[in-house]
């Protein structure tokens, strides 16, 4: 699956600068409001579902290798953390819906957990 | 006690004389429904004068109304009661944040009341808050629940205690819940953090063997006092006087101040 299709099947709002996002490939979801989870528990090239908008998680994607970040319930990271992950090319998207229900929609379009 | 220490400002050549403070920076009291109903301001005074104290802050959850109260019934004593909150950022990590002047605390309790939602208390299940006179006498019940977490990030609650003068350390940083390093990963590199506070759980050896990444900082360790036998103690400043200023001085290792954990059973 590619994030093209994830972000316009969920019709997400991309936080981040635009490129071509059919090229980025995502294998896997993770969901955690935990930092310190997430460090452990995602995988490179994941997509990540959190209500946390902090800097830190820009650090974290950038850790990771992460495909890219949806920030959940129209949480806003602020102008400085949206510049880091510019900087850092890391992708961040947006959805007003909670956590529960983008996963369920990610789940609808195959994307399941890590494989491990 | 009063011993004096020579200053090591070149400039002013100036010996000031600097005392002991040997603190615990994060007491509840009544007003915290996870507290016990012996935590009033008599009580709370003479326990901390008992063990040796002579510096305590009074650090309730999201709330400060029974910090006059504590400052009162310490009055004509040795004990100094630094105005404080242990506020709940939106990221749910729990901060100290310590003041000079009760005037501080108040504009922090402003935001505070602006952004915590107002849910009411459910007593049967997280408890009694009251506010309460210097005398330990009940004045009212605070009906807004305080255990929530405020809508200040981690980063805009920095900023106003910091511009506010006060102090920010995020509390218990080793514990799961409402603890800096499992809710934020790590702590945040842009902001200009003075201290980190340890939980008495663990030994400051095993925190900074744990926690490789709070090694640089100046470890506060508290009882994060919810009952009177909670009082762990530890902190000793060696400082002029016990005002935010000193302590952070004292945290930098400047002007002849310093800061260390006494050891502790």
């Known amino acids: 699956m590619n994030l093209n299709e994830i972000i316009q099947n969920l019709n997400l709002k991309v936080l981040t ?5 059919s090229t980025i490939k995502v294998k896997s979801g993770y969901c955690s409001d935990l ?3 997430v460090m452990t528990g995602a995988e490179p090239e ?20 992460l495909a890219a970040i949806i920030i959940t319930e129209d949480a806003q990271p602020d102008q400085q953390t949206i510049d880091k992950a510019n900087e850092k090319d890391i992708i961040m998207l947006s959805s007003p819906d909670p956590n529960y229900e983008v996963i369920g929609q990610l789940w609808e379009l195959g994307l399941r957990a890590t494989k491990n | 006690m009063g011993t004096w220490f020579t200053s090591n400002q070149k400039l002013t050549h100036k010996k000031v004389p600097l005392k002991t403070y040997l ?4 007491v509840h009291t009544v007003l915290s429904p996870c507290a016990g109903v012996e935590m ?15 510096l305590i802050a009074i650090t309730d959850h999201n709330a400060s109304e029974n910090v006059p109260a504590v400052i009162k019934a310490a009055e004509g004593s040795d004990l100094t009661v630094l105005p404080g909150m242990e506020l709940q950022t939106e990221e749910d990590v729990h901060i100290l944040c310590l003041f000079d002047t009760v005037e501080q605390l108040n504009k922090l309790q402003e935001l505070v009341d602006k952004t915590l939602p107002d849910i009411k208390n459910n007593v049967e299940f997280f408890g009694e808050q009251f506010i309460v006179d210097q ?10 629940l305080l255990i929530n977490s405020t809508q200040l990030s981690f980063d805009e609650a920095f900023r106003s205690v910091t511009e506010l003068g006060g102090l920010f350390i995020p509390a218990h940083v080793n514990r799961q819940a409402f603890g800096l390093i499992d809710h934020l990963g790590f702590v945040p590199p842009d902001l200009d953090i003075e201290a980190l506070e340890i939980s008495r759980h663990i030994s400051l050896e095993e925190a900074k063997k744990n926690f490789p990444q709070i090694k640089k900082f100046p470890l506060i360790q508290s009882g994060d006092v919810h009952y009177i036998d909670d009082f762990l103690g530890v902190n000793q400043f060696i400082i002029e006087k016990p005002t935010i200023a000193e302590l952070k001085q004292a945290f930098r290792s400047i002007n002849g101040r310093c800061f260390t ?3 502790h059973n």
């Open chain 1, 17 to 21: 600068n635009s490129k071509d996002f």
């Open chain 2, 135 to 144: 005398t330990g006498e009940f004045i009212q019940r605070k009906e807004r």
């Open chain 2, 261 to 263: 954990v006494i050891s």
């Open chain 1, 35 to 37: 930092l310190s989870c």
């Open chain 2, 23 to 26: 603190s615990e920076l994060h």
């Open chain 1, 46 to 65: 994941g997509i990540w579902i959190t209500l946390m908008s902090h800097s830190n998680i820009v650090a974290v994607a950038a850790l990771l290798d």
């Open chain 2, 40 to 54: 009033i301001p008599p009580l709370i005074v003479k326990k901390a004068l008992d063990i040796g104290l002579n």
